[in-house]
């Protein structure tokens, strides 16, 4: 099936046309919510929590609203049974980021304005990337503290699934990784459509998924869009299976399998921990 791919102008002209009262009629908070959304389902399609206990997700977010999109999906996350602890480092400047971070509050969840330490990043079982969207020029360069952030989460990668939100953070929205940053997600959820650097992902590593479900035939057929249908339900649509002849059926297995090894290991020390504790109750009570 041909799919389309959006260039930063195309994007950034179909994203006027869905908040047009005259076309779309949506508003930024309602495109949030979707694409946030469709992101949680995302990552519970592919990374569910386990019968017992629960993932731990890191969720880094920048300042824009790729950043929102991130917090939209931690408050969906952890009504889907999940621990999340996010990332923020700048204080937000619009009431719109305002409410979503106290939405995260009501739920208890951890927001930082840096990353954890280094000796705390191994408690996590997902990471995700909500730093930059499709607006972010790369040609610029990238600026701090998002640099050393996106090395840290290149660092992580090798040992935690990275799922990234719409474009990977630092990559040019139609030339890739020109600032060789080395970010390789485990998982990529395109929204609207895929943006052009997601033909230069390496399908033999990263599922590619389409989420943010708001596209009318109308507006498909304005930007001449050809993109699979959504199935009843479902938030997302898999793009992997449509874009190679080789399924990634081993990549978000290997992945899922380095999160549950993790789970194990979280599990065997709480036991250990808890018996421990049981030890010292008993030798109190003699």
Not at 20 to 29: H, K, L, V
Not at 121 to 146: E, N, T, W
Not at 163 to 180: E, K, L, M
Request: proline residues 6%; aromatic residues 6%.
């Amino acid at each position: 099936m041909r799919i389309s791919y959006l260039s930063s102008g195309t994007a950034s002209s179909l994203d006027e046309d869905l908040m047009n009262p005259e076309i779309g009629g949506f508003s930024i908070d309602q495109l949030m919510e979707l694409a946030g959304l469709s992101c949680a389902q995302a990552v519970h399609h592919f990374y569910p929590p386990p019968t017992a206990g629960r993932r731990r997700v890191l969720i880094v977010c920048g300042p824009g609203n790729n950043g929102g999109d991130g917090l939209v999906c931690g408050r969906h996350l952890v009504h889907f049974g999940y621990d999340v602890t996010c990332v923020y480092p700048q204080e937000p400047k619009k009431e719109l980021y305002s409410r979503l971070h106290q939405q995260l509050r009501q739920l208890d969840v951890p927001i930082l304005s840096a990353m954890p330490p280094h000796s705390e990043l191994g408690a996590f079982h997902l990471v995700i990337d909500a730093i930059f969207g499709f607006s972010f020029d790369a040609h610029k360069g990238i600026r701090q503290p998002y640099k050393d952030i996106i090395q840290q989460l290149v660092a992580l990668q090798s040992t935690l699934p990275l799922i990234c939100i719409d474009v990977p953070s630092g990559w040019h929205v139609s030339d890739g990784d020109i600032a060789h940053t080395g970010l390789c997600p485990a998982l990529l959820v395109s929204l609207s459509a895929p943006k052009e650097c997601s033909k230069k992902i390496d399908v033999r590593k990263t599922r590619h998924v389409l989420g943010g479900r708001f596209i009318t035939k109308r507006l498909a057929e304005k930007y001449d869009l050809h993109l699979p249908p959504f199935h009843a339900s479902q938030q997302f649509v898999d793009l992997t299976q449509v874009q190679t002849e080789h399924p990634l059926t081993d990549v978000t297995a290997s992945s899922a399998s380095l999160v549950s090894a993790k789970l194990e290991e979280s599990s065997a020390a709480a036991n250990v921990a808890e018996r421990k504790e049981q030890h010292t109750e008993a030798k109190q009570r003699a």
